[in-house]
């Protein structure tokens, strides 16, 4: 057999859980003896090496690790957790999810503040920036998804060029013929949401396309956030021939609105979104993207979080980009 067996690989074969092959491979006791033995038969049938720093870390840990999201709810999140929760588990750790929905009085803030777990991997920007970097430590490091946090080498951040993807995306609609691109922005405190108002404005000026402020308005990155500010572009009238919203929700709640009101996407209006959630693909008509590489993300926030513990040295800052998805909601002429 193959040397390039993975955990997936003996889990399968073992015909168990790939928590349960996990908590085999790692001498765990929540799992019965012969359930243990039919593991180990399939990892050394399969010449599964184990492999990873986590093997070699010190053994006074809490083998456990913590994922902070603003909002357990939203389907943005789980192609990032199955990303995140594939490295933990093939080094035999536990996940916790933890919303952040509250402030620094959350419970998601205490496992910062508490260092309840080895480490975190953040998104969550009602998380105060300083109260980030006053939690990382050694031994306790915090990788933070979608924010640049400077000044404590505790914490990396891992980031998506949203600027270089919003400018792509409103590129896509003025070149597919839209001489007027309108734009639904998320919460004006986010980091991802300044970024591409920014790459959306900057497009407009390369292109010498009309910027008007009723154009812009703000969805809160929700499905019905979309929706209302959708609705309010259609009650302003003059309609713009192109839309880019902020993340894919809220064109989502956008589709909704402009059914409700029977103007026709893309023959009457084009629209773009961002993420390229799992649903975009099976919209009517399917939804033009700039797609995140949210699984990717979560791999390597985990990757390099066990880096960390293994007192290894990483860079300070990881960025991706996004990637334009072209399908039926943008008329091309």
Partial sequence: MSPLATIKDVAKKAGVALSTASYAL??????????????????????????????????????????????????????????????????????????SYADESSTAARFLREARTDGVILLAHNINTDFVLNSAREGFPIIALDREVIGNPNIISISVNNSRGAYEATEHLINSGCRSVAHISGPANSKDSQERLAGYKQALADFNTPSLYKWILNGKFTQEGGYEATKMLIHQGDLPEGIFYGNDEMAIGGLNALKEYEIRVPEDISIIGFDDIQLAPYLRPPLTTMRQPKYEIGKLASHVLFQLLAGESVSSHYTFDAELISRESVRLF
């Fill in 26 to 99: 790692n001498g765990s006791t929540k799992i019965s003896a012969s359930t243990r033995e039919k593991v180990l038969s399939a990892a050394k049938e399969l010449n599964y090496l184990k492999s990873g720093p986590a093997s070699d870390l010190k053994k006074n840990r809490t083998k456990t690790i913590a994922l902070l999201l603003s909002d357990l709810s939203g389907p943005f999140y789980s192609e990032l957790i199955r990303g995140v929760q594939e490295i933990v588990l093939e080094n035999g750790y536990d996940l916790i999810a933890v919303s």
